[in-house]
T-cell receptor
Framework: GEDVEQSLFLSVREGDSSVINCTYT??????LYWYKQEPGAGLQLLTY?????DMKQDQRLTVLLNKKDKHLSLRIADTQTGDSAIYFC?????FGTGTRLKVLA | DSGVTQTPKHLITATGQRVTLRCSPR?????VYWYQQSLDQGLQFLIQ???????AKGNILERFSAQQFPDLHSELNLSSLELGDSALYFC???????????FGSGTRLTVV
């Protein structure tokens, strides 16, 4: 079945850019997603990319998709302390392990 | 409020017991997905229902079962509970008219 992998932790300084990476095995999904989970809360859709796109920009968020390598990344520019959360990559309804982003002041 | 309602929010029960978690999807959403979130295992997909029919099955234990009713709400039944079943259980719903999955706030199950 589908497998979605992410690194578990990322720590950055406030104001720096954060890059969260994700690899997957099944390339048949129409959409790939990034979700954010704040402490004690459910998951919220942050952004998504259509499978025939290479890049999508949404304010401070940039999503890059490399279909050949089955690699998805999320870049957060000017990272703020409020961005501290767990970020999940999802391919269709299969979610990755989540990356816990910690932003240091 | 996401529109997906999960009850109860918290549940504490003993090993060997059986519990039922309930999910009401967003109005009009036909698909319901169940997930288990443990500390060290990310978000594990358990099972999907679409308009009352099972559509996809993930890493769901035989002790667990689910169903979706005619009013589209879904229930996840967990039986012969073990300490390792302690986790957050999320329900998500989806409609083909929009992108993404809408999550409920989860049920935290603690098995003691």
């Amino acid at each position: 079945g589908e497998d979605v992998e992410q690194s578990l932790f990322l720590s950055v300084r406030e104001g720096d850019s954060s890059v969260i990476n994700c690899t997957y095995t099944d390339s048949s999904s129409t959409y790939l997603y990034w979700y954010k989970q704040e402490p004690g809360a459910g998951l919220q859709l942050l952004t998504y990319i259509f499978s025939n796109m290479d890049m999508k920009q949404d304010q401070r968020l940039t999503v890059l998709l490399n279909k050949k390598d089955k690699h998805l990344s999320l870049r957060i520019a000017d990272t703020q302390t409020g961005d501290s959360a767990i970020y999940f990559c999802a391919v269709s309804y299969i979610f990755g392990t989540g990356t816990r982003l910690k932003v240091l002041a | 409020d996401s529109g997906v309602t999960q009850t109860p929010k918290h549940l504490i029960t003993a090993t060997g017991q059986r519990v039922t978690l309930r999910c009401s999807p967003r109005s009009g959403d036909l698909s319901v997905y169940w997930y288990q979130q443990s500390l060290d295992q990310g978000l594990q997909f358990l099972i999907q229902y679409y308009n009352g029919e099972e559509r996809a099955k993930g890493n769901i234990l035989e002790r667990f079962s689910a169903q979706q009713f005619p009013d589209l709400h879904s229930e996840l039944n967990l039986s012969s509970l073990e300490l390792g079943d302690s986790a957050l259980y999320f329900c998500a719903s989806r409609n083909s008219d929009y992108v993404g999955y809408t999550f409920g706030s989860g049920t935290r199950l603690t098995v003691v």
